[in-house]
């Protein structure tokens, strides 16, 4: 499952992506917003969405990941990130290895795009890169773990 969600800056190229993934075959639940509005405030969105990645990971499904889309997705990685079982990775260049390298080596399991730095192809190339990769375990399931160690002692 793909869990998506963004602010009103990310807005359009959710709606672009959701199409692209349906296309592809992949099972989506959108998050909202469900309607263009300019107030919207990315954590009322992005937060409920990690809850659902953050869920079906403790619930045994480890495959299930996030996408989460703002005006330079920093804001909502950060608030991502916040949720415990998250690690979200920031997509705001047009270079899809970024994508792939986030998971292959951090284990992202949501990706943070920036829309006014992506085109819509460029950010399902990235999408697409993302969802072909594998954790590569290994090197960097050490480093990882030195981060979850930290992590439990705040």
Do not use: T
């Not at 889309?69 to 997509?91: F, L, M, P, R």
């Amino acid at each position: 499952m793909i869990y998506i969600a963004s602010d009103h800056a990310g807005f359009y190229l959710k709606k672009q992506l959701i199409q692209y993934l349906k296309i592809k075959g992949l099972e989506l639940e959108d998050l909202g917003p469900y309607e263009m509005d300019p107030d919207d405030d990315y954590p009322d969105f992005i937060i409920p969405c990690a809850l659902r990645v953050a869920e079906s990971h403790a619930q045994g499904k480890p495959d299930d990941v996030g996408i989460v889309i703002g005006g330079s997705g920093q804001g909502e990685a950060i608030a991502a990130n916040k949720v415990k079982g998250i690690w979200a990775a920031v997509i705001n260049s047009a270079n899809p290895q970024i994508a792939k390298l986030a998971r292959e080596h951090n284990n992202a399991n949501v990706l943070s795009l920036g829309a006014r730095f992506l085109s819509a192809d460029d950010a399902k190339k990235a999408v697409s890169s993302w969802l072909d990769a594998e954790f590569e375990g290994g090197r960097h399931q050490k480093r990882i773990n030195k981060i979850i160690k930290f992590e439990k002692r705040l």
